[in-house]
């Protein structure tokens, strides 16, 4: 398929800069089967799910990767200073974290940026766009350091608009977050509070946590026409034990398996890749999902709307069918619905498969 077959128009006007507040009062567009589209609000989601059901959640904590620091080079003229920003991207093996960086010319290896706090990082290798920074703290210090220093790392169609401020410790963030790792939000579980979950649980739907920290290459876009030819990010995710024995229970109940955001529908899916039946798993994952993948674990989907040419919309496509996933874009977009980040949300259960693959 061609990447042009995942564009659609969006009026600008449709992309949200904040949340809804409360978060359940965001709009939820909900398509089950080939026709059909309710529209409703999140907090409606207890009339959609069933007793039986199990949400699964990307527990993953968005750090505040977005740092200013200073780099110190003595001169002929004497001490010098540049202010630099880093967004932190990922950890490597060894400790060190990959970062963008900007002004990325006025830094070289070998170099000291200072944050503040006692925090500074030694320039490393810089290749592709990209830095290592080797930290002068690790572990809990490294987190505190962060938590104090660092900024929310808004999608780039946000921080275009708009800097992040102090709402958005909170607003771009679960309230069932708690593995430091990611530096983006699974932004269909920001819809979630304490309240819902509750009554979730009370009417039987059942709920799993796994982990899959998004990295900033969810927003990188798609340069090749030819889908086949495009290369996927990798992130790192688990499936500990005891979720992958609660979703193989649930499918063996025939109970359906709705991963709530597309990370945690990756990750699933990755962790039934090799067998076709869910089993724990940790590593990181590059499944690409587009069109004629075979699912084996998701019966559905709640996710937010997503941008034209992008994986994401190959991946709802996937789902629900090409043609089915225009008209809800088409439906929601006439609608006024909000879209990216901090937009509203959608319900997609495709038509029942057959046969089931339990497991």
């Not at 962060?146 to 401020?165: C, Q, V, W």
């Not at 593995?179 to 304490?194: I, K």
């Amino acid at each position: 398929m061609q990447l042009s077959d995942f564009d659609f128009d969006l009026p600008e006007g449709l992309i949200a800069t904040r949340p809804a507040v409360p978060r359940t009062a965001a709009r939820l567009l909900v398509a089950q089967g080939e026709a059909g589209i309710e529209d409703a609000q999140v907090a409606d989601l207890t009339r959609y799910l069933r007793a039986g059901d199990r949400l699964v959640l990307n527990n993953t904590r968005v750090i505040p990767a977005r740092l200013t620091g200073q780099r110190r080079r003595d001169s002929a003229q004497g001490p010098v200073s540049a202010k630099i920003e880093v967004t932190l991207l990922s950890p490597e093996p060894g400790g060190d974290w990959r970062a963008l960086a900007k002004p990325l010319r006025k830094i070289n290896p070998g170099e000291v940026v200072e944050f503040g706090e006692g925090l500074n990082a030694t320039v490393g290798a810089i290749a592709d766009g990209q830095v290592t920074l080797a930290f002068s703290k690790t572990g809990a210090e490294f987190d505190a350091a962060i938590e104090a220093l660092g900024a929310m790392p808004l999608p780039p169609y946000i921080a275009a608009k708009r800097a992040a401020d102090a709402q958005d410790r909170t607003d771009y963030q679960t309230v069932f977050a708690k593995r430091n790792g990611a530096v983006a939000a699974p932004t269909a579980s920001l819809h979630f509070d304490e309240a819902l979950l509750a009554s979730l649980r009370e009417m039987g739907v059942e709920i799993s946590e796994v982990t899959l920290h998004v990295g900033a290459g969810t927003f990188l876009p798609v340069k090749v026409d030819n889908i086949e030819e495009h290369k996927m990010h990798a992130e790192w995710g688990e499936v500990t034990p005891q979720a992958a024995a609660e979703i193989a229970a649930t499918r063996a109940a025939g109970g359906r398996v709705i991963p709530v955001g597309t990370t945690a529908l990756r990750l699933i899916e990755s962790a039934a890749a090799q067998t076709g039946g869910i089993a724990p798993w940790v590593g990181e994952t590059d499944i690409f999902i587009r069109p004629g993948f075979t699912f084996h674990v998701a019966d559905g989907l709640m996710t937010n709307f997503h941008l034209p040419k992008s994986t994401l919309m190959m991946l709802v496509s996937a789902l629900m069918g090409v043609e089915r996933i225009k008209d809800i874009y088409a439906h929601a977009i006439g609608g006024g619905y909000r879209f990216f980040s901090y937009g509203d949300s959608s319900l997609l259960l495709p038509a029942a498969r057959s046969p089931r693959i339990l497991g």
